[in-house]
């Protein structure tokens, strides 16, 4: 049961923790690494399982657990926190506490009854599709060489562009970023992305089966586009990624289809 991988894998449930912690002191600026960290275990766990032979079902069920507190609540925590925040008010100093104000000064109107507003609830929908799109990833046998439905980490990073680019980049208040982090914006692209997880959409696996060119030319052209993404749109390449991603999987499967 404690086996290395095993490990890896509640690491990968800590991390998660530690994102939400985070975001709850008002911290978006370091859940997103927390996340970030999550996934880097997530990733080492099924490596050193396939190595240590250790793949077994309770390593599936032990991953799937995790992702959710990680790639699941998490995400949908830090966009809660988000979606209450006063972005002119973090802007005009840059002070964490007062994301974290907002968000407690928020929950409070909810249990006093003083405050109505709802939107920011919509960032439960991560968690709540999160939890059918792992669970139906544990029993579907055809997703061992490619994905059907945005895998969680990818809807994960996604999301997590918003505070990073927040967080980050040089930005000033205007009405551009008023229309970019309004609560009622951001509850429809988590929602919509979200729901992402769930519908049936072939997606191409990014793990490469040769080092050839041949039957992995999309994943190089994916890769080159993707570098030249980070070095010119830095924090916002991270949403863009996903967005190729799945651009490059409708153009793969629409080929398919002709053939």
Known sequence: MFNLANLFTAANMISGIAAILFAFM???????FA???????????GFIARKLKKDGDLGKQ?????????????????MLVLMTADIEGYLLDRHYEVIRYDFFAYLEGIVQGTETYAV?????????FALFRLAKFNIDARQTTQFFGLP??????????????????????NETIELLFNPALLSFVTM???????????????????????SNEVRFVFLLISSVFILIFKAWSIALI?????????????????I
Do not use: H, Q
């Not at 996340?35 to 766990?45: K, R, S």
């Not at 032990?62 to 830090?78: C, Q, Y």
């Not at 920011?120 to 709540?128: C, D, E, M, N, Q």
């Not at 992402?196 to 490469?208: N, W």
């Open 26 to 32: 008002g911290r978006i600026d370091l859940a997103p």
């Open 120 to 128: 920011p609830f919509f960032a439960l929908s991560v968690p709540f």
């Open 242 to 258: 996903v967005i190729l991603y799945l651009i490059l999987s409708l153009i793969v499967n629409k080929r398919k289809n002709e």
């Open 152 to 173: 969680t980490p990818a809807n994960t990073l996604f999301l997590m562009t918003f505070p990073l680019v927040l967080c980050y980049s040089e930005i000033e208040y």
């Open 35 to 45: 996340i970030v960290l999550g996934a880097i275990f997530d990733f080492f766990d």
């Open 192 to 214: 919509a992305m979200s729901l992402l997880m769930v519908i049936e959409v072939p997606l191409f696996s990014l793990k490469f089966k040769s080092s050839g060119w041949k």
């Open 62 to 78: 032990l991953d799937s657990l995790a992702d959710m507190i990680t790639f699941g609540l998490a995400p949908g925590m830090v």
